[in-house]
């Protein structure tokens, strides 16, 4: 069969007519194999989807006009997911409720909270003013500075009495586990490490090999590594003598070499975490070019964090700095719970609901932390366990380390769960977890 015939019948198999003319030009670019690689290209942008991701973020002058932005920016954008919940649906300003006496629901953002003899007293405040508030012990044991809540009560002499309290949350009725007709898998993993001299790279390597040759591995057409690609340098004391590497580049260099060992078919996603080239404020944007351009074509950079749909699956990727405030704000909080910590973050939809604490915070004009969008799929790390699970719908995953116990882990306390890869097949419920140790 000539070049002609064979363009011809792989248009008409894809149900294309083509014109004499639009033939000719794919003759003179390479024929069939021109024509079949272009297709598979255009077939890879529908596959997936880049929903939210940033490249670099708008500089700020640090002023307090920048986080007053930044704050107004959260309180309108968490506004509106509290005014789709029917408790909720028709809240009035503070400073109008002020004035008229009785029942009524405000959003507002919560300012401070303390215990009093009673229960708890609250000041909250939304764009127009504040209100000093009271609640009792079950609904102030909840709240926390920064939360956004809609607060219905009685006003009554320029104070707010609680009788209830909503947060944006997750509709229980919202989301139901999604499941996608596709023999496709999407594989999970975190903190990678490299450049550690506790970078597990003989398992890494054995999960590579799984990848490139097993019968599973080859459904694998989707892999994300969420944050903490590389160990860095001077990221905490004592460091240096953690390090195999230490030149940064080097490390990523490293990475590079690794992933590129991969089929080209694997599309590979990479976001920043606190132990990568970017700045550690949230939000971090994508590596710098110098970095990306050590890595395949396959390979998509994303910012921490970032919203991507693979095949139509929506996937909240971020690194989890801010997990390390809800231990400390949050009583009875530890590592193990971590998925109670992800509820939580789901729960103000907010990915780092809390300013002043462990994380710095950014003051963008946009808060490109707030979560406005209930995703199929919520990816964290950073904290070297694995845990899964399933929230109102939403499937759960704090994905795993590939490096051993540091001497800095050891001092704290704290032990890794290494070398756990967490699969996705599209078409099947929950997830799938491979044990690479």
Known sequence: ????????????????????????????????????????????????EIIKSREYFEGTTGKSESFRRLFQDRFVKIKKILQSRVSVSSPVDIEFAKMHEGETTVVAMVRDVRTSR???????EDLT????????????????????IGVRGNFKNGKLYVKEVTYPGVDNAQKKEKIIESES??????DTHVGSRMFLQEHFMRFLEWLKNSESGRKVRYLIINGDLVDGI???????????????????????????????????????????????????PVLPR????????????????SYISIEGMKI?????????????????????????????????????????RNVPIAPTPEDFMVIEEVPDIFVTGHIHVHRTGIYHGVLLLNASTWQKQTDYQRMHNFVPDPCKVTIKFLNKPGFSVLDFK
């Open 1 to 48: 069969m000539d070049e002609r015939r064979k363009v011809l019948d792989y248009l008409w198999k894809k149900g294309i007519v083509a014109t004499p003319d639009e033939v000719d030009e794919i003759m003179r670019n390479g024929g069939i194999n021109f024509l079949i690689e272009g297709m598979n290209r255009r077939e890879e942008v529908k596959r997936f």
């Open 316 to 356: 909240l990727l971020y690194h989890g700095m801010s997990l390390n405030d809800l231990m400390d704000l949050i009583r009875g909080m530890k590592y193990d719970n971590v998925l109670k910590m992800m509820e939580e973050l789901l729960k103000r939809r907010h990915l780092a609901p809390f300013y002043g």
């Open 185 to 190: 898998a999407i594989a999970f993993i975190s």
């Open 290 to 305: 110098e970095i990306r351009s050590m890595f395949n074509d396959n390979v998509r950079f994303l910012s921490n964090p």
């Open 129 to 148: 003013g504040s209100v000093i508030a009271y609640a009792d012990q079950a609904i102030g044991e909840t709240l926390l500075p920064d939360d956004i």
């Open 118 to 124: 009673y229960g708890y007293v609250l000041e909250i």
């Open 234 to 284: 001077g990221i905490y004391p004592g460091q240096e003598k953690d390090l195999e590497m230490d030149d940064i580049y080097e490390q990523y260099s490293k990475l590079a070499d690794l992933l590129n060992l991969l089929n080209n078919e694997i599309n590979i996603f990479l976001i920043p975490g606190n132990h990568d080239l970017v700045r550690i404020a949230e939000p971090q």
